[in-house]
């Protein structure tokens, strides 16, 4: 940046620095925060001053540099801890029984024809709606239901030949549904 730049960006700031950090202040409610994203705004617009043609939008671009700053701190935070007055509850979840269940459910796949095997898969393992499905499988939204309604109760009836009767065994709640039958 020319010298000449470097002279008319600080006196940018030296005139509009209060405005400035009331627009901050309006984005941010800590006064210190505040500071500091007027400090980091001015520094990423600094390195831009000579590719702002008109200078009198000067105003509305560093607001717009701020916004998006503040934008990246909130997502930034929102990975890091948050501090509580009660310690969580330490549980581990025992997993055995959610690998058997698992494993109970890719083995009873086996009796269905792929195109039910598929339709199940995409509907209640991939969460796809009956649209979705029928539109990955090219087929009818009501063939998808039928072929689904069939596929369920086969799957019912391998459940209940192999001792398994009144178990409903679904991706994510094979634990669950164990522990309301415990209870």
């Keep these: 940046m020319a010298h000449g730049e470097v002279l008319e960006f600080e006196e940018y700031?030296?005139?509009?620095?209060?405005a400035l950090l009331r627009s901050a202040r309006r984005l941010v409610p800590d006064p210190v925060d505040a500071q500091d994203l007027l400090q980091t705004a001015l520094v990423r617009t600094y390195g831009r001053w000579d590719g702002i043609a008109d200078k009198r939008l000067a105003d509305a671009y560093?607001?717009?540099?701020?916004?998006?700053?503040?934008?990246e701190w909130w997502r930034a935070r929102k990975l890091e801890e948050v501090p509580t007055e009660q310690l969580p509850d330490a549980s581990v979840d025992d997993s055995t029984e959610q690998h058997a269940d698992?494993?109970?459910?890719?083995?009873?796949?086996?009796?269905?024809?792929?195109?039910q095997r598929s339709v199940v898969v995409l509907r209640h393992w991939?969460?796809?709606?009956?649209?979705?499905?029928?539109?990955?499988?090219?087929?009818?939204?009501?063939?998808?239901?039928?072929?689904?309604?069939?596929?369920?109760?086969?799957?019912?009836?391998?459940?209940e030949s192999r001792g398994y009767e009144g178990r409903a065994l679904e991706p994510g709640k094979a634990g669950k549904e164990r522990e309301r039958c415990a209870a």
């Design 13 to 18: 700031v030296r005139i509009r620095q209060d």
């Design 62 to 71: 560093l607001r717009r540099v701020m916004i998006n700053t503040r934008t």
């Design 102 to 115: 698992r494993a109970l459910l890719m083995d009873i796949l086996k009796v269905l024809a792929p195109k």
């Design 126 to 159: 991939e969460q796809m709606s009956t649209e979705e499905t029928a539109a990955a499988l090219g087929m009818s939204a009501g063939t998808v239901k039928s072929t689904l309604h069939r596929a369920l109760a086969r799957l019912r009836e391998e459940l």
